[in-house]
């Protein structure tokens, strides 16, 4: 049995609307009016021990409803969810002792204390041994700074601390499964990249299994191996991160600055199958220029074989290659401009 399992998976929300207003207000008293979200539609999901699994998707996709539904906190409208076997929601207290979440929307840690009383309530909450929880506070602090906030009350963090005392609060008894639902929001490089290196510490290190959203995907894209897209409730993409950029990776873009200006170049580069000049390009070569911006699938033609070319009618004096980003290829995904039929494993 897989440590999670997600089948046929749904929630639907339902709201009250009220028309704006007075009137609206007055008539709200008399006659409810309800509108129906299916805010998670049909899902299946397997997770085994140990993956760290990036869960993406456009704002309202999905994803947090769906991290609610595995750690316990709302119920299924249909479908069912098993979390080492048990059902999260009827058997919350159990399931509690065995996760960690963060979300990084909002604090789980006690406002009015100072965070090392809030730690120190955990440990008693869920029992942690006194060794286990020295030697979690002493990575944790490494990891994490916490010297540097500890003695503050939760209202008094900054949100990169906050976010980092959340993080370690989550993790202090050891969870098997942590879920981080944005758990880099609004924090700056240097705190996101030691939250990144702290999740995958853990990762790496203790096994455990991490489920991820984000929209910053530089989050994902040196600890996810998996990748499972939601848009409007349903899983499009189930599949590796390296499938997708192999697949839709395969623009690059060759910027060149040549010695002296060679409008032969114009005709050395067309002459290439699967590259292209961009026009700016064309009309500067034409002109004297020395800058070349050339597009080419690098499927079909290698950098070496561009660069060649040019280097048989041109002195090469400095080079750089683009390729697109996860970001840029995702986003494409969203936009529906990438068709993941052609990944390879489209859910
Ligand atoms: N309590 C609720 N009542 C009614 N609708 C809700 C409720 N919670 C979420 N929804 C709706 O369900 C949909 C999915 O919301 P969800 O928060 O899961 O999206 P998300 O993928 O986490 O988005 P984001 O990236 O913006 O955090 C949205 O349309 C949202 O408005
Ligand atoms: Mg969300």
Same mark, same amino acid.
């Given at each position: 049995?897989?440590?999670?399992?997600?089948?046929?998976?749904?929630?639907?929300?339902?709201? @009250?609307?009220?028309?704006?207003?007075?009137?609206? %207000?007055?008539?709200?008293?008399?006659?409810?009016?309800?509108?129906?979200?299916?805010?998670? !539609?049909?899902?299946?999901?397997?997770?085994?021990?140990?993956?760290?699994?990036?869960?993406?998707?456009?704002?309202?996709?999905?994803?947090?409803?769906?991290?609610?539904?595995?750690?316990?906190?709302?119920?299924?409208?249909?479908?069912?969810?098993?979390?080492?076997?048990?059902?999260?929601?009827?058997?919350?207290?159990?399931?509690?002792?065995? /996760?960690? @979440?963060?979300?990084?929307?909002?604090?789980?840690?006690?406002?009015?204390? #100072?965070?090392?009383?809030?730690?120190?309530?955990?440990?008693?909450?869920?029992?942690?041994?006194?060794?286990?929880?020295?030697?979690?506070?002493?990575?944790?602090?490494?990891?994490?700074?916490?010297?540097?906030?500890?003695?503050?009350?939760?209202?008094?963090?900054?949100?990169?601390?906050?976010?980092?005392?959340?993080?370690?609060?989550?993790?202090?008894?050891?969870?098997? /499964?942590?879920?981080? !639902?944005?758990?880099?929001?609004?924090?700056?490089?240097?705190?996101?990249?030691?939250?990144?290196?702290?999740?995958?510490?853990?990762?790496?290190?203790?096994?455990?299994? /991490?489920?991820?959203?984000?929209? !910053?995907?530089? $989050?994902?894209? $040196?600890?996810?191996?998996?990748?499972?897209?939601?848009?409007?409730?349903?899983?499009?993409?189930?599949?590796?991160?390296?499938?997708?950029?192999? %697949?839709?990776?395969?623009?690059?873009?060759?910027?060149?600055?040549?010695?002296? #200006?060679?409008?032969?170049?114009?005709?050395?580069?067309?002459?290439?199958?699967?590259?292209?000049?961009?026009?700016?390009?064309?009309?500067?070569?034409?002109?004297?220029?020395?800058?070349?911006?050339?597009?080419?699938?690098?499927?079909?033609?290698?950098?070496?074989?561009? @660069?060649?070319?040019?280097?048989?009618?041109?002195?090469?004096?400095?080079?750089?290659? !683009?390729?697109?980003?996860?970001?840029?290829?995702?986003?494409?995904?969203?936009?529906?401009?990438?068709?993941?039929?052609?990944?390879?494993?489209?859910?």
């Amino acid at each position: 049995m897989s440590q999670i399992e997600v089948r046929e998976l749904s929630k639907e929300f339902r709201y @009250a609307v009220k028309e704006p207003g007075l009137k609206g %207000a007055v008539k709200h008293l008399f006659t409810q009016q309800y509108r129906d979200k299916l805010a998670v !539609d049909r899902i299946n999901l397997t997770i085994e021990q140990g993956e760290a699994v990036a869960y993406v998707g456009p704002n309202g996709a999905g994803k947090s409803t769906t991290i609610k539904m595995l750690t316990g906190i709302l119920v299924p409208s249909a479908g069912t969810v098993r979390v080492n076997g048990l059902d999260p929601h009827k058997d919350r207290i159990e399931n509690a002792k065995k /996760i960690g @979440a963060v979300f990084g929307q909002r604090t789980q840690l006690w406002w009015d204390i #100072p965070v090392a009383e809030s730690f120190a309530l955990i440990k008693d909450i869920y029992e942690i041994p006194d060794l286990e929880y020295k030697r979690n506070m002493e990575i944790f602090t490494e990891l994490l700074d916490l010297n540097d906030y500890i003695h503050l009350s939760g209202r008094k963090l900054s949100l990169g601390q906050r976010m980092r005392a959340d993080l370690a609060a989550a993790l202090l008894h050891n969870p098997e /499964i942590v879920y981080l !639902d944005e758990p880099t929001i609004g924090l700056d490089v240097a705190v996101k990249e030691r939250i990144r290196r702290f999740i995958k510490h853990i990762n790496q290190e203790n096994k455990t299994t /991490i489920m991820l959203t984000t929209h !910053d995907l530089g $989050d994902i894209e $040196d600890l996810c191996k998996r990748l499972v897209i939601i848009d409007k409730g349903r899983i499009i993409y189930d599949g590796t991160l390296q499938a997708v950029k192999d %697949a839709f990776a395969r623009e690059r873009v060759l910027h060149v600055q040549v010695k002296e #200006p060679a409008p032969v170049l114009l005709e050395a580069i067309e002459r290439l199958p699967g590259a292209n000049l961009s026009e700016e390009t064309r009309n500067g070569l034409l002109n004297g220029g020395k800058q070349l911006s050339i597009a080419f699938d690098r499927f079909r033609i290698s950098a070496g074989d561009v @660069a060649g070319a040019i280097m048989k009618v041109a002195e090469i004096v400095d080079f750089r290659i !683009d390729e697109p980003s996860v970001e840029q290829i995702i986003r494409r995904v969203y936009e529906g401009e990438l068709d993941l039929a052609s990944a390879g494993k489209g859910a």
